[in-house]
């Protein structure tokens, strides 16, 4: 790895946990289209870059989610009883989309998942719909459910789960600020079950490619750690000064300008 990309990874590390803190997606969001130019850039088989941009975004989630939930902990904004029935199903969907789905998708199918999940996310958070005064978070079998369908979406796009566990938890009436708490915190057990699936089912990988663990580029993933466990505490802290409306139109606007670019790798793919 040249110093040039040394100090991008660094910069995008900051910048990734800045924006878990903030807005409690995991970094991911941020850094897998970064990731998918760097590896180009670094001259990665075109077959697997966005595998492990993905794999190495989300294994970097192991970290922020850490250093963030700290400082969402700390205001006491974590709905910690929604976090430990959502576990269990993100930890399954987690291990059934990195260790089985993940490795037999073309990247190109990838990067359109990624792009069309990423609009709606942004989409969902624009459109500012009042939820049913009512409504509440289902049952312990429906939010177990909802979040394994979380846990494995996410597993195919390399992110902490905040692009739908935000807007989820948003309808079902929990104030924004809680929901980017929990989000946060719902991001390790995310992180931990996809990060094994990563590595077991990308072996092969590990044994032809320098650098890989599985799916994981390690020296990319030691790059974006130092810096991005800095700033998740900044980010979170930050999250709870700012005005619910401008975190929205934040988490909005970044989502779009990802999708955008996603969706345009999905078409070079398949062109």
């Not at 700033?231 to 999250?239: I, Q, V």
């Amino acid at each position: 790895m040249d110093i040039a990309m040394l100090v991008f990874l660094l910069l995008l590390g900051a910048g990734a946990g800045f924006a878990a803190g903030l807005l409690g997606i995991g970094g991911g969001m941020v850094l897998v289209p970064f990731l998918t130019m760097l590896f180009g850039w670094h001259g990665m088989a075109d077959d697997l870059i966005v595998h492990a941009a993905i794999a190495t975004s989300m294994t970097s989630i192991l970290f922020t989610s850490i250093s963030s939930v700290r400082a969402h902990h700390a205001a006491r904004a974590v709905v910690w009883h929604v976090v430990a029935v959502m576990a269990p199903g993100l930890i399954i969907g987690g291990l059934l989309a990195g260790g089985a789905v993940f490795a037999a998708l073309h990247t190109g199918w990838l990067s359109a998942f990624f792009a069309v999940f990423v609009a709606y996310s942004g989409y969902s958070m624009l459109r500012n719909t009042k939820p049913k005064p009512t409504r509440q978070l289902p049952g312990m079998v429906g939010t177990s459910a909802a979040g394994a369908g979380i846990g494995f979406i996410s597993g195919l796009v390399g992110a902490g789960g905040g692009f739908l566990s935000v807007p989820f938890m948003v309808w079902c009436n929990v104030p924004l600020r809680n929901a980017v708490a929990t989000s946060a915190a719902l991001g390790f057990p995310i992180a931990l079950a996809n990060s094994a699936g990563y590595v077991i089912s990308g072996l092969r990988e590990a044994n032809t490619t320098p650098g890989m663990i599985g799916y994981i580029y390690w020296p990319a993933l030691l790059a974006l750690v130092c810096t991005s466990v800095l700033t998740a505490p900044m980010g979170a802290r930050l999250a709870h000064r700012l005005p619910v409306g401008t975190v929205k139109r934040i988490f909005a606007i970044l989502l779009f300008a990802l999708a955008i670019f996603m969706a345009y790798k999905a078409w070079r793919a398949f062109a």
